[in-house]
């Protein structure tokens, strides 16, 4: 077996090495090749298509794909299901809908550097297919996305884009990831359904959508022993002067947010597959590559064609003969887009010859839709070898309902062919108006046409969503050769509707303690104008009922204004009673009550996008007592905000410093506490662990919330007595939010001071239970609580204690900051309760 594979791999690195242009004898890759040039040509040799399917950007398989795509030109896409809502973010401080538009955009950008495209089948911000967190079941996952919701999505993208061979990242095993498992589960489920016109009819008898037939179906396979396939994917590529793994790495460098991207060294990779199914054929003990049994190019496609089909049998030759015209061009720019005309002429043919075939065997509609990608790509082609360079410039990129704006279009030839009847116009929404256009002309090398168009926005005109395509973009028109293309071309910026003003209340949640006596608040409202031009705002507060009401304020904002800050002070009523509360900043603008923040997100490596959402604080009220004389040190490690909600709340809190905690004296300080991972994030802390414990052994008490094995956690020396975290990981936690529970010691202190701890603090919990669970400690530890997860496993170690020293230590890993960065009270009351123990004598 190993010798046939290592074969099969020596093949392709020689037929991979054939298909790329030579280099020149005293040509470095780099004066010889044109990526852009390349990258386009490529896929013109193939037929074939690939889609590669996973749960959250960031799934998808990068050095595979990058093979695929740049090194054979096959036309692959990656399916992704959520946006990554529910992850953390190591670049900045967005989280949920904000860190998925991030994560979105980060697969858009990567995907870019390995050629791939990108479908998701979660929609809007407020999608029910969304990354609610870590799930260990399938069923749970596709329960709460909605399977039926989910499948109709998925079956949908597969009758769209056609794919012959689909790729789920991960199996459906229990090691993994529950949104991994649910999408393999669907991929598997696919390939009979999207091809039996039975399931979801609607597609295919309203919106005219046609079954589709995947042809194979591989799974990464579980050992190299169990491959149906190996394919060498680590080969250099003389065009990107990098081999293939190194080009996925640039691309996953680009998921900065989940901090991925390492380096690689040149060398042999071998990626492995397992056939599970079938459409062409029996499935094989073994295999040369994927593509066997599917036509590779329309040479292929024709040998396939009966004798009295040998009229489309000729066309398609021809069209091949024309395609590799093209790529054999290469790098020429002017022969190129020459030759791709020529070849447009010969598809367009083609596909006349086959609408009004009638074949013997031949799926007609496959044909068609082959015949339709590569006009895609021959478009595609003549767009970068013109060489035309469209500038689309708005000279107000944030619009607002019933404005106007002028867009300034420029059109240059960049390359060395005549351009003919050029054309260009501005595709908008149908309901929005546009004066102006650009009439046919020719375009020769070097000369530039400018035109201004001056666009209307409806009064009624939709906000901008960040998951949709553009709301403009410029058409253009040309002729080479006598034949025409019609190309897109988007804004370099993002053009977005948003409202004339954005309202940002700081704080953005709040809490009142009915334990403690009603205290004046004081809330600020940023109001950010994008209306491009001066206007007042008249700014409130709506209030819940029992409220005293706030006088509104006038914010006026002239030319050169962006923003102002105004403020309302206010007191809870006495007497208010438990429970969620909201307060909503409201802004009227001539007439139009406005009550919308719009974040705006801004990565150098992504671009600038706005996440718009309701302008509303949002409180709860509940009983909250700690010791008022209980003093505080916050050792921060970046990836949570308890310290600041613990501020809110009135406790006093200080931020510990590097130096401070290497030779401050700790003791002034009744508790620490450790962020979550801070052993990972904060170098000065692993330094000086010793110290930490020290201050414990003097009389201390130090509450470590949870860290990853892997984040410097050293079980023999971390804490004062062994405890190690579990692994796999993916076993050692709870992640149902309402698991069942049990009280091991309900006289504890730790759940009976400052509050008594019921069973209603554990209700409202979001997300999950607990992360990282302890898997072996030393007996001097107690435990306080076990929780038993969906699939039945029951953890004993969420909250740890142990007297050391003079002092006392806990590490609980139950994910506190979700809970207080959501206004749970329950998460609340208990951490008070684990950090006033040193007040409880």
């Excluded at 959520?82 to 990567?110: K, P, V």
Aim: no cysteine; aromatic share 10%; net charge negative.
């Amino acid at each position: 077996m190993f010798q046939r594979k290592w074969m099969i791999a020596l093949s392709l690195l020689m037929v991979l090495t054939l298909l790329v242009p030579a280099v020149s004898k005293g040509q470095t890759a780099q004066e010889q090749h044109d990526e852009e040039l390349w990258s386009a040509v490529k896929p013109l040799d193939t037929i074939t298509s690939f889609l590669n399917t996973g749960a959250h950007p960031d799934d998808e398989r990068s050095h595979l794909l990058a093979y695929l795509s740049r090194g054979l030109g096959v036309h692959t896409a990656s399916l992704i299901a959520n946006r990554g809502e529910g992850g953390q973010n190591e670049i900045g401080e967005e989280l949920g809908n904000a860190l998925g538009i991030i994560r979105s955009r980060e697969l858009i950008e990567a995907s870019k550097v390995t050629g791939v495209e990108v479908f998701h089948l979660s929609q809007t911000t407020d999608d029910e297919i969304y990354d609610f967190g870590f799930s260990k079941s399938p069923d749970e996952t596709l329960q709460k996305w909605g399977e039926e919701e989910t499948y109709e999505r998925f079956i949908r993208l597969i009758r769209t884009y056609k794919p012959d061979i689909v790729m789920p990242s991960f199996r459906n095993v229990e090691s993994q990831h529950g949104h991994h498992r649910a999408i393999s589960i669907l991929s598997q489920k696919a390939f009979e359904d999207a091809a039996d016109p039975s399931v979801f009819p609607e597609q295919i008898e309203e919106e005219g959508l046609d079954t589709w037939q995947i042809k194979k179906l591989y799974l990464p396979a579980e050992s190299v022993e169990t491959a149906t396939v190996g394919i060498e994917v680590g080969d250099y590529d003389p065009v990107y002067d990098q081999t293939y793994p190194q080009i996925g790495e640039e691309s996953r460098y680009l998921h900065k947010s989940q901090g991925m991207g390492r380096e690689v060294e040149p060398g042999s990779e071998m990626v492995y597959l397992d056939l599970v199914k079938s459409s062409v054929g029996e499935i094989p003990e073994q295999e040369e590559t994927i593509f066997e049994g599917i036509p590779y190019d329309f040479n292929e496609y024709a040998e396939e064609l009966k004798r009295s089909d040998r009229k489309i049998k000729r066309q398609l030759e021809k069209l091949q003969a024309d395609l590799e015209e093209v790529i054999e061009a290469y790098p020429s720019h002017q022969s190129v887009l020459k030759d791709t005309h020529n070849a447009l002429k010969q598809l367009y043919k083609t596909k006349r010859f086959v609408e009004h075939f009638q074949f013997n065997d031949i799926d007609k509609k496959d044909l068609l839709h082959r015949l339709n990608v590569k006009e895609e790509q021959l478009e595609n082609t003549s767009k970068v070898a013109s060489q035309l360079e469209v500038s689309t410039n708005v000279a107000a990129p944030n619009l607002t309902q019933g404005t106007s704006t002028y867009v300034d279009i420029t059109l240059k030839n960049n390359g060395d062919v005549e351009l003919k009847d050029v054309t260009a116009k501005l595709n908008l929404p149908e309901d929005w108006d546009v004066d102006g256009s650009m009439h046919a002309q020719n375009l020769a090398p070097g000369d530039e046409q400018n035109f201004d168009v001056k666009i209307h926005v409806p009064e009624d005109a939709e906000y901008y969503q960040p998951h949709e395509d553009s709301v403009l973009s410029t058409k253009v028109t040309y002729k080479v050769e006598r034949q025409a293309v019609q190309l897109n071309y988007n804004p370099e910026e993002t053009i977005a509707v948003l409202p004339e003003v954005s309202l940002k209340a700081d704080p953005a949640s709040m809490i009142v303690n009915t334990a403690k006596e009603m205290k004046e608040e004081t809330i600020d409202v940023n109001v950010t104008n994008y209306s491009n031009g001066p206007l007042t705002a008249e700014v409130s507060l709506n209030l819940p009922e029992g409220w005293e009401p706030v006088e509104s304020q006038t914010v006026e904002l002239g030319e050169n204004d962006t923003s102002k800050n105004v403020s309302f002070t206010l007191t809870p009523p006495e007497g208010i009673e438990n429970g969620e509360f909201e307060i909503k900043p409201v802004a009227e603008v001539e007439g139009k009550q406005l009550d919308t923040t719009v974040q705006k997100i801004a990565y150098d490596h992504i671009g600038t996008f706005y996440y718009l959402k309701e302008a509303a604080i949002q409180g709860v009220a509940f009983e909250l007592n700690y010791p008022e004389d209980l003093k505080i040190g916050y050792i921060e490690s970046g990836f949570d905000m308890v310290a600041d909600q613990l501020i809110n709340a009135g406790m006093d809190v200080t931020r510990i410093s590097d130096g401070e905690l290497a030779n401050g004296d700790l003791s002034q300080y009744d508790t620490i506490v450790t962020g979550i991972r801070a052993y990972l994030s904060r170098e000065d802390l692993l330094n000086n662990n010793a110290h930490l414990l020290e201050y414990v052994e003097n009389g201390g008490h130090l509450v470590v919330q949870y860290n990853k094995p892997w984040d410097n956690w050293d079980p023999n020396a971390t804490a004062p007595y062994p405890l190690t975290i579990g692994q796999p990981s993916i076993e050692w936690r709870v992640t149902d939010e309402t698991s069942e529970y049990e009280v091991l010691q309900p006289n504890h202190t730790l759940l009976n001071y400052p509050n008594e701890i019921t069973a209603e603090d554990w209700d409202g919990w979001v997300q999950e239970r607990g992360l990282y669970y302890p898997m072996e400690w030393d007996d001097r530890y107690e435990t306080l609580i076990n929780m038993t997860d969906l699939d039945g496993d029951t953890f004993d170690g969420g909250i740890l204690y142990t007297d050391y020293g003079e002092g006392s230590y806990v590490y609980t890993n139950l994910v506190w900051y979700r809970q207080i960065q959501n206004q749970v009270p329950g998460g609340y009351r208990i951490f008070t309760n684990l950090i006033s123990y040193p007040k409880s004598e």
